[in-house]
Structure formats: C-alpha cells, structure tokens
C-alpha cells in the first residue's frame, strides 16, 4: 500500500551509542502508534541522514512528510539547522530525480516539545523516582537543580525557567536553580554552588535532557564533586527523560 503522508523524526545526533538506541526506540514507539510511515534521522554525526530519511519515505510514496524534531526547546537547531537540513536534504533528491514539480515534496516541521503537560509529567516522574525510597524532606528544605544542555540563544535561561515554574505544582520544592552545561549562564558548577550556599538540606539535580549521553555524564561527574565538597547536604541524581512512551505520546501530539 503507497501512502502520501509520512512522518520524520530527526534526533539531534550522538556518537554515544546509549542516546542512539534510546532515539531508535522512540522512533519506534511512535511508529507502532502513527498511522503513516515513520523513518528516523539525526541531524549531524551519524546516519541516517536527514537525506537519507527523507529518501526512505520518497521510496515508500510520501510526497507530504511531517518533520519532527526531538529537541525539548525551540533555539538554533530548530530555527536554523533544521529547516536549513530539510531544505538542503530535499534539493538534492530533486536534483536526483526523485521527486520533481509535478509530483513535489511538501514538508512541515513541528515544533519542539517546551514545556508540553506530558514532558512536564515526565519530568516530575523523574523527580518522584529518584526520591522513592528515601525519608521525606520539607518542601522548604528541599532545592531542585534543573540543568539544560545550554544554547547561545537568548530564550534558554527563560524556557528552562518556565519548565522550572511549571514543575512546582506537581513536585512542590522550596527553590529552585537553573544551570547550563554549555553557551549559556548561570552554569552548571554555578548552579551547584548556588544550591549549595543555599539553607535546602536536600538538593535534587535534575539533568533536563532526552537521552543519555556525554552531557548526562558530564552532570553526574559535577554532581559527584559537589557531593565530596558539600558533604552535609544530601546530593541526589534524577535521570533523563528517557525512552518513554509518554514522550513518544508528547512528540505525535506535536503534529
């Protein structure tokens, strides 16, 4: 059966292999749910490539495609490089005669996912395993550390910001920190510190990211650190959004 409507889902791009298999799942996921062909692409470092993605689909018949990029905050990526990979990808299958003006490719791309009810529920999910087990703590004596991978755009300290605000309703916490571990401020030895100088007892660093990888190892090393120096607060490490269903949920929803 040849479809005309199909689905691209673009992953940043890791040469870790745990972020890779983590999008793939996802991607699965959300081809188990769609109903339309779905293929996988990353945007830099490994294959498939946003051509080649695109090229599985053209094989398949699409000649509508919606592009849906994993990212959690709208920033480069999905203003310029993105756009640019689609725009670039489907030029050269036009030049290679794989589609052509009588029968032409249409492409949208969603938006990313900010701060969408079920990544907000995740994210709070998250917070919630990394407590299970362990002795309640007064939300005033409590401090959450939510660290982005950070972005030279001017919006990231208020999208992560906004995230934070809108964490406080189901994870209720007496003050919050924002860090970044790259191309933006405060970061994530700033947020440390500044949670460490704080009066919370416990502090529960929340790496706001997809998918395992370098940045994730990158936060627990610090972690770790801080937890050494500041050895009279509880130090605790939730774990990234992940290969879930509600995220793969999250990202059809976008369409």
């Given amino acids: 059966m040849m479809h005309r409507e199909?689905?691209?889902v673009i992953g940043h791009g890791t040469r870790d292999s745990r972020g890779q298999g983590e999008f793939l799942r996802i991607v699965e996921m959300m081809a188990a749910r769609a109903k339309q062909p779905v293929e996988a692409a990353f945007l830099e470092l490994v294959e498939p490539s946003i051509e080649q993605g695109l090229e599985r689909?053209?094989?398949?018949?699409?000649?509508?495609?919606?592009?849906?990029?994993?990212?959690?905050?709208?920033?480069?990526?999905a203003r310029r490089d993105v756009p640019d990979g689609l725009a670039?990808?489907?030029?050269?299958l036009q030049r290679a005669g794989l589609w052509n003006a009588a029968d032409p490719l249409q492409i949208r791309q969603t938006d990313p996912l900010d701060c969408h009810p079920r990544i907000v529920a995740l994210s709070d999910?998250?917070?919630?395993?990394a407590l299970a087990g362990r002795a309640p703590v007064p939300?005033?004596?409590?401090?959450?550390?939510?660290?982005?991978?950070?972005?030279?755009?001017?919006?990231?300290?208020?999208?992560?910001?906004?995230?934070?605000?809108?964490?406080?309703?189901?994870?209720?916490?007496g003050r919050f920190e924002l860090g970044f571990v790259a191309a933006a401020r405060p970061t994530l030895g700033d947020a440390l510190a500044a949670a460490?100088?704080?009066?919370?007892?416990?502090?529960?660093?929340?790496?706001?990211?997809?998918?395992?990888?370098?940045?994730?190892?990158?936060?627990r090393?610090?972690?770790?650190?801080?937890?050494?120096?500041?050895?009279?607060?509880?130090?605790?490490?939730?774990?990234?959004?992940?290969?879930?269903?509600e995220l793969a949920v999250a990202l059809l929803g976008m369409m």
Avoid: K
């Fill in 6 to 8: 199909g689905i691209l």
């Fill in 57 to 77: 689909l053209i094989a398949r018949g699409i000649r509508q495609v919606t592009a849906i990029p994993v990212l959690l905050f709208t920033a480069g990526h």
């Fill in 88 to 92: 670039h990808a489907a030029a050269q």
């Fill in 125 to 129: 999910h998250r917070y919630e395993n």
């Fill in 139 to 173: 939300a005033e004596e409590t401090c959450l550390v939510l660290i982005s991978r950070g972005s030279s755009d001017p919006q990231t300290p208020a999208n992560l910001r906004r995230l934070a605000e809108a964490r406080r309703q189901p994870a209720p916490y």
């Fill in 196 to 219: 460490a100088a704080s009066p919370a007892r416990r502090i529960v660093v929340q790496p706001h990211l997809l998918f395992p990888g370098q940045v994730l190892d990158e936060v």
């Fill in 221 to 245: 090393t610090a972690v770790a650190q801080a937890a050494r120096e500041y050895s009279d607060r509880e130090w605790i490490t939730a774990d990234v959004l992940g290969a879930d269903p």
